[in-house]
């Protein structure tokens, strides 16, 4: 029996890393973005006063911009790897690198004040005593239909990588709305909530051991060969 192409909806540029690294584990993997990050206009505080950058996403510094420059002086917290490697392309220190979403991150932040530079829809976060947060929104994530090609693959049966809530929540609407048979997709999910916010009737439904890009292709490769 063939194994089941891999599809990544994930917005670029990780579409295209997710995807490479897909294809050097020899999965038969294909890039359909169906998300695209946009800059909003924002204005960025006097960093006086603040502790640290909270950030949450990667997109934060390669769509922040200008305003950018003016809190380079403070330290970033970031969610994870990949964020924390476009910190420090944009000239920034990385205090904390997290690996299990951004509430653990937070959890273990000193008492302070923190900037949060984050997207236009955003995981609500609970502070502890002492660590007051402050937000900004400097992007945004437009969310874009299935095109013919994708349904194509997907009406013959595909894992589909999900990266994300929102994502999670797009493609099982925009599966609805094509009509398309669950029973012939299974979804491979970086998290838990994800696989929540994806629904039931799936195929199949993953959860990677860990929130990491690798741990998801372990899995993907996996369902390919099994489902």
């Known amino acids: 029996m063939a194994s089941l192409p891999l599809v990544v909806i994930r917005p670029e540029p990780g579409n295209r890393e997710t995807v490479d690294r897909a294809r050097a584990m020899g999965i038969d993997a294909h890039g359909y973005p169906l998300f695209e990050v946009v800059p909003l206009p924002w204005d960025a505080p006097s960093p006086d006063g603040f502790t640290g950058l909270l ?45 299990g979403g951004l509430q653990p991150v937070v959890e273990r932040l000193a008492a302070g004040r923190y900037l949060r530079l984050a997207g236009e829809e ?61 029973r012939a997709i299974a979804i491979a999910c970086l998290a838990p909530r994800i696989g929540e916010m994806a629904g039931k009737g799936w195929l199949k439904t993953g959860i990677a051991p860990e929130r990491t890009d690798h741990a998801l292709l372990a899995l993907a490769l996996q369902m390919c060969q099994t489902v």
């Open 55 to 99: 950030a949450g996403s990667a997109n934060v510094f390669r769509h922040g911009g200008a305003m950018l420059e003016r809190l380079r002086a403070l330290p970033v917290h970031a969610v994870g790897a990949a964020t924390a490697d476009a910190a420090r392309a944009a000239g920034f220190e990385v205090a904390q690198t997290g690996s």
């Open 122 to 182: 955003r995981v609500p976060l609970l502070p502890p005593a002492g660590v007051l947060l402050e937000t900004r929104v400097v992007y945004a994530v437009r969310a874009l239909c299935l095109p013919p090609a994708l349904q194509a693959i997907l009406r013959e049966g595909a894992i589909v990588a999900l990266h994300s809530g929102e994502a999670a929540g797009h493609f099982a609407k925009e599966t609805t709305e094509s009509n398309l048979n669950r």
